[in-house]
């Protein structure tokens, strides 16, 4: 018995030097890492991030910082630039409805992903006494000047009616399936991963979510071309004893709206 406690013990201080030696490595490592990640584009360098640094965190602070750079998605008539490059996996003739919405679709998919799918507690969080809104801008979508008094609707059936590339679950389904059952001290249903069709809003709901989609498909459902838009993720933290305590969890949303949407809901900007 006395033989099997020692050898738990070692297990665990084994663990703890493990861990302590990871943590090292990374904090010290961070650009190597993104370095060979590199090839794997920005997106997994973006995902790396998030994962250490909601990994090595004390009392709600971390010495790992994110990189996860925006992206520049610029659409034009027959084609799709990200980041100043014209993108292969978008060939088309003419923009439409469809197009667009796909090219939205992914950048939703995409942000939701490499911020750990609101699973992962990430950004850094007050020690006592604050609750924030810590906001992480994925992508910046704008259209080409040509383009003009131009929109595109559908987003939302896009969205429930088209799987995800080489998958069986339909992106609608993805954006959703983590969202928080608790949300502070009222207990009700977030918005949470309703935001793309809410353009952003986080108001909170209880059993209204059918109504609201529909509210929104009949009226502000589209993006129209003389506006620039952002995707963006967004956590509402409580602070960190709160939540260590149980009265309070994270909750994180993923977000489309304007420049002045996300000023109004995001108190804190990480990138």
């Given at each position: 018995?006395?033989?099997?406690?020692?050898?738990?013990?070692?297990?665990?201080?084994?663990?703890?030097?493990?861990?302590?030696?990871?943590?090292?490595?990374?904090?010290?490592?961070?650009?190597?890492?993104?370095g060979?990640?590199?090839?794997?584009?920005?997106?997994?360098?973006?995902?790396?991030?998030?994962?250490?640094?909601?990994?090595?965190?004390l009392?709600g602070?971390?010495?790992?910082?994110?990189k996860?750079?925006?992206?520049?998605?610029?659409?034009?008539?027959?084609?799709?630039?990200i980041?100043?490059k014209?993108?292969?996996?978008?060939e088309?003739?003419?923009?439409?409805?469809?197009?667009?919405?796909?090219?939205?679709?992914?950048?939703?998919?995409?942000?939701?992903?490499?911020?750990?799918?609101?699973?992962?507690?990430?950004?850094?969080?007050?020690?006592?006494?604050?609750?924030?809104?810590?906001?992480?801008?994925?992508?910046?979508?704008?259209?080409?000047?040509?383009?003009?008094?131009?929109?595109?609707?559908?987003?939302?059936?896009?969205?429930?009616?088209?799987?995800?590339?080489?998958?069986?679950?339909?992106?609608?389904?993805?954006?959703?399936?983590?969202?928080?059952?608790?949300?502070?001290?009222?207990?009700?249903?977030?918005?949470?991963?309703?935001?793309?069709?809410g353009?952003?809003?986080?108001?909170?709901i209880?059993?209204?979510?059918?109504?609201?989609?529909?509210?929104?498909?009949?009226?502000?459902?589209?993006?129209?071309?003389?506006?620039?838009?952002?995707?963006?993720?967004?956590?509402?933290?409580?602070?960190?004893?709160?939540?260590?305590?149980g009265?309070?969890?994270s909750?994180?949303?993923?977000?489309?709206?304007?420049?002045?949407?996300?000023?109004?809901?995001?108190?804190?900007?990480?990138?």
């Amino acid at each position: 018995m006395i033989d099997g406690k020692r050898s738990m013990g070692y297990s665990t201080l084994a663990i703890i030097i493990l861990l302590l030696v990871l943590a090292y490595v990374l904090l010290t490592n961070t650009n190597t890492f993104a370095g060979i990640l590199k090839k794997g584009g920005d997106i997994e360098v973006c995902r790396l991030s998030v994962l250490a640094q909601a990994s090595v965190k004390l009392a709600g602070q971390s010495p790992l910082s994110l990189k996860c750079p925006r992206r520049e998605i610029k659409l034009f008539n027959d084609k799709v630039e990200i980041n100043g490059k014209k993108e292969a996996k978008y060939e088309f003739k003419k923009l439409d409805d469809n197009i667009v919405n796909k090219i939205v679709a992914e950048e939703l998919r995409l942000c939701w992903y490499k911020m750990g799918e609101g699973e992962v507690n990430v950004f850094q969080q007050a020690y006592v006494t604050e609750i924030d809104t810590v906001c992480l801008i994925c992508s910046e979508i704008s259209f080409d000047q040509k383009l003009e008094n131009k929109q595109f609707q559908g987003l939302v059936d896009y969205l429930k009616g088209n799987k995800m590339h080489e998958t069986d679950i339909y992106y609608f389904d993805y954006l959703i399936r983590s969202q928080r059952n608790t949300y502070l001290l009222w207990g009700n249903i977030p918005w949470s991963q309703y935001t793309p069709w809410g353009w952003g809003t986080t108001d909170r709901i209880t059993n209204n979510v059918e109504e609201n989609l529909q509210k929104y498909k009949e009226g502000s459902n589209s993006l129209v071309t003389n506006k620039n838009y952002v995707i963006y993720f967004l956590a509402h933290k409580p602070d960190w004893l709160t939540e260590f305590i149980g009265v309070a969890i994270s909750a994180h949303y993923i977000g489309l709206g304007d420049n002045t949407k996300v000023a109004k809901e995001c108190r804190r900007l990480v990138n």
